[in-house]
């Protein structure tokens, strides 16, 4: 069980997360994400999103990011299993919007696909 701890948390906590092999960068290079506040993703997974950048905007449509990275300040809180992409930087809950920002379909929607 320590190991598990040990890596899901290596390099995502601390104030000095830049000065320990922190692979957590900001996605800031996107065109079809509605998002304005910064998002953050794990630097492996940045190609994953940048794909889906460029999905959305050849089906027309705007990605609404509903949840992304979360930073877990109390590394003895519990995390639930469904939770840990968010906190690797690998999660990515979103809901797909019209050009006109209207919902065309949520997290509902999109895991009865």
């Given at each position: 069980m320590?190991?598990?701890?040990?890596?899901?948390?290596?390099?995502?906590s601390?104030k000095?997360?830049?000065?320990?092999?922190c692979?957590?960068?900001e996605f800031?290079k996107?065109?079809n994400?509605?998002?304005?506040?910064?998002?953050?993703?794990?630097?492996?997974?940045?190609?994953?999103?940048t794909?889906?950048?460029?999905?959305?905007?050849?089906?027309g449509?705007?990605?609404?990011?509903?949840?992304?990275?979360s930073?877990?300040?109390?590394l003895?809180a519990?995390?639930?299993?469904?939770d840990?992409?968010?906190?690797?930087?690998?999660?990515?809950?979103?809901?797909?919007?019209?050009?006109?920002g209207?919902?065309?379909?949520?997290s509902?929607c999109?895991a009865s696909?």
């Amino acid at each position: 069980m320590c190991m598990l701890i040990y890596l899901f948390h290596k390099g995502f906590s601390g104030k000095k997360c830049d000065k320990r092999n922190c692979t957590i960068v900001e996605f800031s290079k996107h065109k079809n994400f509605a998002s304005k506040p910064k998002m953050y993703v794990d630097s492996e997974v940045m190609k994953k999103w940048t794909d889906l950048d460029g999905l959305a905007g050849l089906c027309g449509v705007k990605i609404q990011p509903v949840r992304t990275f979360s930073h877990q300040a109390n590394l003895s809180a519990k995390i639930e299993y469904k939770d840990y992409p968010f906190y690797t930087g690998r999660g990515l809950q979103l809901e797909v919007l019209d050009k006109d920002g209207k919902l065309l379909c949520n997290s509902i929607c999109l895991a009865s696909k």
